[in-house]
């Protein structure tokens, strides 16, 4: 299993950034060197660890603006880096379209700093589009949160396919690193029938650890930290732990 995550579901709001920037905490925390990029407009990542300037940023970076050196920012956590986002990154979605080779400028960017950590974890938008195709063909593997509702299964299928179409072309090597829940509320019927179908499809491909709906995970983010610093003993805290440790070992069994 590879360094490079990317957190792809083309589903608006499932937990994408919450989870890459818990998931890096924790890796950050483990004493694994982690480099979050907030690959989104909505720069959302970039606020959620805390950092106002966004400039330069992951658009500099693709741009041809910034080296990546001065595109990292440090975070609260040791151990945890950030390539903060901004408006601006919308812009280049559509400048992107016009270009030859428009899927591997992220891939290009972070091409001089890949050896220097042990993980970078991409964050992308809500959507199968460019940016997105960027994360995909920077990535040796994809991570797919899942939130347990009615439709989760049919929009699983199409990114499956666009993910299928990935390594045909663009990046033969990427692999589904694992499909996990989140938000997941063990009340509802629904969300546990979820769990059960998806989990009886993708079977060793999905993680153990379910996250479940907490609210102190959506307070984090306004105070700038990753639910490990706000508060680690929340259930939140502890899923996204193990969700981790989960992580960590699946590397290592597939090193080993
Ligand atoms: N386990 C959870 N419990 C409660 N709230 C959560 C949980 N996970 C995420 N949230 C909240 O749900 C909202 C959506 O989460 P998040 O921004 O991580 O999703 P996303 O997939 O990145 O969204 P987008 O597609 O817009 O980028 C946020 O307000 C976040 O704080
Ligand atoms: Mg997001």
Redesign the pocket.
Known sequence: MGRIFVFV?QK????????AVNLGAYLAEAGKSTLLVDF?S?A?LTSGVGVTKSKPGVYELISGGARVEEAVRETSVKGLSVIPSGIDLSGAAVELVEQEQRDLYLKNALAPVREKYDFILIDC??SLGVLTLNGLAAADSVLI?MQCEYFAMEGLSLLLQTIRRIQKNLNTRLEIGGIFF??YDQRTRLAQDVVREVSAYFREKIFRTI?????R??EA?SHGLPISQYDPESN?GKAYRSLAGELLARCEGARG
């Open positions: 579901n608006g709001g499932v937990g994408k950034t919450t989870s989104d909505q959302n938008p809500p949160p989140t938000m996250i479940p709906r907490n609210v995970i959506s983010p939140g």
